[in-house]
């Protein structure tokens, strides 16, 4: 069976995913990558490639998606295609690393908070607000994950390199995913990513949020699954 390959966002663990991988099962064997423990993306894309053998599809989430960007940076040839949902391709700007580091030195001082019901807005549309059985899976994700791990996951995201060069290589079949109402990787990132790809398709998903996995989870699967069977053509 081939390989499917999650990659988490920040603050996130593979229950972003749930009813994606239910969607593939049958089709794929599924994976959740590991992004615990490691302060670059580079690590986490080698840790990624080290953790799996042989050829993959591969999924990256919001800070998942510049992991896989530098997944297929690394190893090209080992990534049948690619999914990017709810991110962007370019490093942070100056103010967008304050910010980062800002929340990093609040961490270090006992200030880690996690995802809040009054982060959720960020990361769901108004009407997703409404359903605790969704929003609940984010602040549980982030209440897994903990305070460590965000400080190194907010470093890694902070260093990280431009991806743009990397996609406009990459020629295998790829597929982008963001929500209209997304307002942390806006879906003029998603455009401009598919712009950049060669072989790709762009989904924006009319009135859903960052965690569009969550959010639209039938949605999503069912484009995933409709991509990953055309891999095999």
Known sequence: MSQFV?????????????????????????????????????AMAEKCLSDIDGEFALLGFSMGGYVAIE?????????????LVSTMAKPDTEEKRAQRQGLVELSQIGKFKGV??????RFFSKS???DESKTQIAIQMGEEVGKDNFILQQSAIMARRDGRSTLEHFDKPSIVI????????????????????PNSQLHLLEGIGHMSTIE??????????????GLAD
């Open 71 to 83: 997944v297929a940076r690394q190893a090209p040839e080992r990534v049948r295609g690619l999914a």
């Open 216 to 229: 639209a989870p039938d949605t999503v699967s069912d484009l995933l699954v409709e991509w990953y069977d």
């Open 128 to 130: 997703a607000l409404a």
């Open 178 to 197: 963001c929500g209209t109402e997304d307002v942390l990787t806006p879906p003029e990132e998603s455009v401009e990513m598919a712009e950049l790809l």
């Open 116 to 121: 809040t019901p009054r982060l959720l807005p």
């Open 6 to 42: 999650f990659v988490p966002g920040l603050l996130c663990t593979g229950a972003l995913f749930t009813q994606q991988i239910a969607a593939l099962e049958g089709r794929a064997s599924c994976h959740i990558a590991d992004t615990r423990g490691m302060d670059s993306i580079s």
